[in-house]
């Protein structure tokens, strides 16, 4: 079983920082592009932002220049750095991840999501 879990979420003030992570864990041969998204209340899911296995970032343009994506692959873990937060920011944020296994399965998976709220 491959599993991916966020923490990090939580409450701030705008104009504040926030650091997600997201590991994954399980049988666990190799993970591709790792990416965040989020789901604001009443509204459908977006992407954030996603990173390559190489280091290749792209970030949705409501993000760029305020949130960087990163990722250890030596600990399988991706993590999404948050500045300059806006109210507009506050959503759940989840975790994805293209894995593949020792089995040779390749799985898209998801985390649980973690909230992030934005408010003074």
């Known amino acids: 079983q491959v599993q991916l879990v966020e923490s990090g979420g939580g409450l701030v003030q705008p104009g504040g920082s926030l650091r997600l992570s997201c590991a994954a864990s399980?049988?666990?041969?190799?993970?591709?592009?790792m990416g965040w998204y989020r789901q604001a209340p009443g509204k459908q899911r977006e992407l954030v932002g996603t990173i390559t296995s190489g280091d290749s970032a792209n970030y949705a343009d409501s993000v760029k220049g305020r949130f960087t994506i990163s990722r250890d692959n030596a600990k399988n873990t991706v993590f999404l750095q948050m500045n300059s937060l806006k109210p507009e920011d506050t959503a759940v944020y989840y975790c994805?991840?293209?894995?593949?296994?020792?089995?040779?399965?390749?799985?898209?998976?998801w985390g649980q999501g973690t909230l992030v709220t934005v408010s003074s």
């Open positions: 399980g049988s666990i041969f190799n993970i591709n592009t």
């Open positions: 994805n991840a293209a894995i593949a296994t020792y089995s040779r399965r390749y799985l898209d998976v």
